[in-house]
T-cell receptor, first 109, second 116 residues
Framework: GQNIDQPTEMTATEGAIVQINCTYQTSGFNGLFWYQQHAGEAPTFLSYNVLDGLEEKGRFSSFLSRSKGYSYLLLKELQMKDSASYLCAVIDSNYQLIWGAGTKLIIKP | GAVVSQHPSRVICKSGTSVKIECRSLDFQATTMFWYRQFPKKSLMLMATSNEGSKATYEQGVEKDKFLINHASLTLSTLTVTSAHPEDSSFYIC????????????FGPGTRLTVT
């Protein structure tokens, strides 16, 4: 079967750095997305990785290792508004998007 | 660019009635649209995928006669929840994928449905 694992919940302090991990086992791989979702709102796009390595975009970076079936989202200089759920999603060989359950990130002052 | 709208944003209906939710791509042509359902504190659950001009493909366990999907044009898809029951209360989100972006889905703001 296809599976995407991410921690259910994480807590971090304002101004700090947090890394949210995602591991996947899917039938084929055509890329991995990270989305941010605030409570009661739809997901918003953060990043897309299809090649190994680190993609940096402001305070957010995303890393991919295809051989390990592993990705992480790195958030720097955390702000209270970063409190949200972060969803990892993988495109499989059928170009279907397989969603992780999401990681709820709680930022404390 | 790549804006997707949904209407209504919130709807309350009585049990037994039907509710239609619209999803529109405002500045691009959406060849494929997706309908998701999300329960509180849970991830997105794909209900169906629709391509313009053809019948929707429903995920296993989703009743096609209950959740009617129409994708009549490249900018509009509708989801009709027929004979709604309280257990249909949920957050419904659509997303759209255009020709330019093979993989990325652009999400609408979602519709909160409450069935009383």
């Amino acid at each position: 079967g296809q599976n995407i694992d991410q921690p259910t919940e994480m807590t971090a302090t304002e101004g700090a750095i947090v890394q949210i991990n995602c591991t996947y086992q899917t039938s084929g791989f055509n890329g991995l997305f990270w989305y941010q979702q605030h409570a009661g709102e739809a997901p918003t796009f953060l990043s897309y990785n299809v090649l190994d390595g680190l993609e940096e975009k402001g305070r957010f970076s995303s890393f991919l290792s295809r051989s390990k079936g592993y990705s992480y989202l790195l958030l720097k200089e955390l702000q209270m508004k970063d409190s949200a759920s972060y969803l990892c999603a993988v495109i499989d060989s059928n170009y279907q998007l397989i969603w992780g359950a999401g990681t709820k990130l709680i930022i404390k002052p | 660019g790549a804006v997707v709208s949904q209407h209504p944003s919130r709807v309350i209906c009585k049990s037994g009635t039907s509710v239609k939710i619209e999803c529109r791509s405002l500045d691009f042509q959406a060849t494929t649209m997706f309908w998701y359902r999300q329960f509180p504190k849970k991830s997105l659950m794909l209900m169906a995928t629709s391509n313009e001009g053809s019948k929707a493909t429903y995920e296993q366990g989703v009743e096609k006669d209950k959740f009617l999907i129409n994708h009549a044009s490249l900018t509009l898809s509708t989801l009709t929840v027929t004979s709604a029951h309280p257990e249909d209360s949920s957050f419904y989100i659509c997303s759209a994928r255009g020709l330019q972006s093979s993989y990325e889905q652009y999400f609408g703001p979602g519709t909160r449905l409450t069935v009383t």
